[in-house]
């Protein structure tokens, strides 16, 4: 009886190994499920805070392009006129410079026919022979007219210049 009590002991120990075996497998399985169960939630969250991310860039991208279309009609609107503006200012500059060089001239050549003619004698002399022939009636008659013209236009043209700022 001895050997066959070795032989249910060495069962017994046997089956008790096997039975160890398959509650140790039957655990790892268990944890292993929780491990996936947990691994797929992780996942989830990990998903979940990407869309956030990528509709929080969206909405950034979508305000940064509201803001370059603004920008880019605030400076269509406001900085066009305001080189029209500049144009116009500097237009008015060049306008009365020429005007203002016209009139130097016109008193730099006055300026030299009087001091042609230094004596009252050649003065009137002058005079006459040009009132007395018809070119010289008309060229007395343009050099009234442009003085006219000058002391009547450079004035107006200096108030319409705008203020210089």
Same mark, same amino acid.
């Given at each position: 009886?001895?050997?066959?009590?070795?032989?249910?002991?060495?069962?017994?120990? /046997? *089956?008790?190994?096997?039975?160890?075996?398959?509650?140790? =497998? #039957?655990?790892? $399985?268990?944890?292993? +499920?929780? !491990?996936? %169960?947990?691994?797929?939630?992780?996942?989830?969250?990990?998903?979940?805070?990407?869309?956030?991310?990528?509709?929080?860039?969206?909405?950034?991208?979508?305000?940064?392009?509201?803001?370059?279309?603004?920008?880019?009609?605030?400076?269509?609107?406001?900085?066009?006129?305001?080189?029209?503006?500049?144009?116009?200012? /500097? *237009?008015?500059?060049?306008?009365?410079?020429?005007?203002? =060089? #016209?009139?130097? $001239?016109?008193?730099? +050549?006055? !300026?030299? %026919?009087?001091?042609?003619?230094?004596?009252?004698?050649?003065?009137?002399?002058?005079?006459?022979?040009?009132?007395?022939?018809?070119?010289?009636?008309?060229?007395?008659?343009?050099?009234?007219?442009?003085?006219?013209?000058?002391?009547?236009?450079?004035?107006?043209?200096?108030?319409?210049?705008?203020?210089?700022?």
């Amino acid at each position: 009886m001895t050997a066959e009590w070795v032989l249910v002991l060495v069962v017994s120990l /046997v *089956a008790l190994e096997l039975l160890s075996v398959a509650v140790a =497998a #039957a655990v790892g $399985g268990m944890r292993m +499920r929780q !491990a996936m %169960a947990e691994m797929r939630e992780s996942l989830k969250d990990l998903q979940r805070e990407a869309a956030i991310t990528l509709q929080q860039v969206h909405d950034t991208m979508a305000r940064a392009e509201t803001l370059v279309q603004t920008l880019d009609k605030t400076a269509k609107e406001q900085l066009d006129p305001l080189a029209c503006s500049a144009r116009a200012t /500097v *237009a008015h500059a060049e306008a009365i410079t020429s005007a203002l =060089a #016209a009139g130097a $001239g016109a008193i730099r +050549r006055v !300026a030299g %026919a009087v001091e042609s003619v230094a004596t009252p004698a050649t003065a009137a002399g002058a005079v006459s022979k040009l009132a007395t022939s018809p070119m010289g009636r008309i060229s007395l008659v343009a050099a009234i007219a442009g003085i006219a013209l000058q002391t009547l236009v450079l004035p107006a043209v200096r108030k319409k210049a705008p203020p210089s700022r």
